[in-house]
């Protein structure tokens, strides 16, 4: 199928050579545009094109060049801005708050961001510095939540939501952060947990696997988390039961999609509480999407109106209070917030296909944006200099030594420059600061790239590079044994 769906594209892109060859590679004037940066929907506002043909980062009045960066630190090369970070949920805080106020919506308002889709550090200050509360899945997500704690880092009023199938240690540590006075809700995910949890002394939440249709990228017939509608509804009486939780997907394609999921989750809602009377917050988990296709797209200002509108409609008609909304959307806040940075090694003709060429790089797709190959993801990617060169149509490919570390658009081509002999080319991966990092890996043993963060005109290395000693070391080899 994939064959001949490659050959369609083929045919296709052979008539549209015909037909227009040159308004492909000749753009015109307007790089900013042609690259699809400076669109605030899309969320490339925060970068530009200077003159010299060089992709920037803009925070405020200070200017990140990333082609300079890429030559000074090298490549392949991370770039965190913590910034974007901060702008993005400034942004939908404010939405959403903004809307309750305009609607005369009587609950309140909390972000919980999911740590597994980014925990760097750099990722996760910044979100607790603007008021984010917090939601692991893990023990030793939990674990980095206490260090956070235990050292003051933040305002004790967090809240902390604890998901996941939870182990006896698991437990331990919510039951010893609880003991510290820390606000932190462990969620039932299944019906051990619920006599498990029935000593529990603070609030409880339970997550309802929605009989609901959502379209992600990651549609699953049979979701294996939580309770099922049923289950939950027929739970013995817990008395604090404060918070419904579902979650239905990643990457959610249509507005409509949340849309539904949360009016369809309200009709469970006001059920459960007809039996729990505690329960007063309903949270709407993750996925809102990321336009990493830069299409037309939903918008996080659109969707945060309707979801409050509806709400607002639907508590009133069924004459009971506004809950509280908690809302997870990991991928929307982090995504923008790292570019990844590599060098073109070489190239090499390609016969027959939809490019001209393949660009090899010197990183990898398959090890540090895993997505790419773990399921088709597609990214925004442009170069990093040179962006009012001529363009050749070109795949890209990892330097491992594996056939399916590539990157084609999906059977589409990239647009690149020409190569010149003296100077470098760079390409830009945008969007890549959601769930690639826990999910890189070493194949081939090449090294991870290098971390830098770009703060108030600043830059700071994160993580250093790794050289073949310690990349060895993680397979055990500690000098001296290799004799
Ligand atoms: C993964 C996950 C999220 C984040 O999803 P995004 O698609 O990144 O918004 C939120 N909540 C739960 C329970 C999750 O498992």
Redesign the pocket.
């Known amino acids: 199928m994939i064959l001949r769906k490659t050959q369609d594209h083929d045919e296709r892109n052979r008539i549209m050579k015909k037909k227009k060859p040159k308004r492909r590679r000749k753009p015109g004037k307007n790089w900013k545009k042609f690259w699809k940066l400076g669109v605030d929907g899309w969320n490339t506002q925060f970068f530009d094109v200077n003159k010299e043909g060089e992709l920037t980062a803009n925070e405020g009045h200070h200017i990140y060049n990333l082609n300079d960066l890429a030559l000074k630190y090298g490549t392949p090369l991370q770039v965190i801005f913590p910034f974007i970070i901060e702008d993005q949920l400034k942004d939908l805080i404010g939405y959403f708050q903004a809307y309750m106020k305009i609607y005369g919506y009587k609950g309140k308002f909390s972000y919980h961001y999911?740590m597994?889709?980014n925990q760097n550090k750099e990722f996760i200050l910044p979100i607790i510095s603007e008021g984010g509360n917090l939601?692991v899945?893990s023990i030793n997500e939990l674990w980095i939540v206490k260090k956070l704690w235990e050292g003051e880092k933040f305002n004790s009023k967090i809240r902390v939501f604890c998901?996941g199938p939870k182990t006896d240690q698991y437990l331990d540590l919510v039951e010893e952060l609880r003991g510290k006075e820390m606000n932190i809700v462990p969620i039932i995910e299944s019906s051990e947990e619920v006599e498990k949890l029935s000593k529990y002394k603070g609030d409880i939440g339970v997550r309802v696997n929605l009989e609901v249709k959502s379209d992600t990228h990651w549609d699953k017939k049979f979701d294996l988390f939580g309770l099922s509608e049923k289950d939950a509804l027929d739970l013995a009486k817990i008395k604090n039961l404060k918070v419904m939780?579902y979650?239905v997907?990643?990457?959610i394609k249509s507005q409509k999609g949340i849309l539904d999921a949360v009016k369809y989750a309200f009709g469970i809602y006001i059920k459960l509480q007809k039996t729990h009377s505690s329960l007063d917050t309903i949270d709407i988990?993750?996925?809102?999407g990321i336009p990493y296709e830069r299409k037309k797209f939903y918008t996080a200002k659109g969707v945060s109106n309707k979801i409050v509108r509806m709400l607002k409609n639907l508590s009133d008609k069924a004459e009971i209070k506004h809950p509280n909304l908690a809302v997870?959307?990991?991928?929307?806040i982090v995504a923008p917030a790292q570019v990844t940075l590599y060098k073109v090694i070489y190239k090499k003709n390609i016969l027959k296909a939809n490019a001209n060429s393949w660009y090899v790089i010197d990183g990898s797709f398959m090890n540090d944006l895993k997505d790419t190959w773990a399921i088709h993801q597609k990214w925004h990617i442009i170069p990093a200099n040179n962006m009012h060169g001529s363009l050749k149509t070109t795949w890209l490919a990892g330097s491992t030594c594996d056939s399916d570390d590539k990157y084609t658009d999906g059977g589409n081509y990239v647009l690149m420059p020409k190569l010149h002999e003296d100077q470098s080319q760079f390409i830009a991966v945008l969007d890549t600061g959601?769930y690639q990092d826990g999910l890189s890996s070493h194949h081939c043993l090449l090294s991870a790239p290098l971390k830098i963060v770009a703060q108030d005109g600043m830059i700071k290395i994160f993580r250093k590079r790794e050289n073949a000693d310690s990349v060895g070391k993680l397979f055990g080899w500690t000098n001296g044994d290799h004799k």
């Open positions: 999911p597994k889709v939601e899945t998901n939780h979650h997907g990643s990457q988990g993750g996925g809102f997870e959307w990991g991928r929307y959601a």
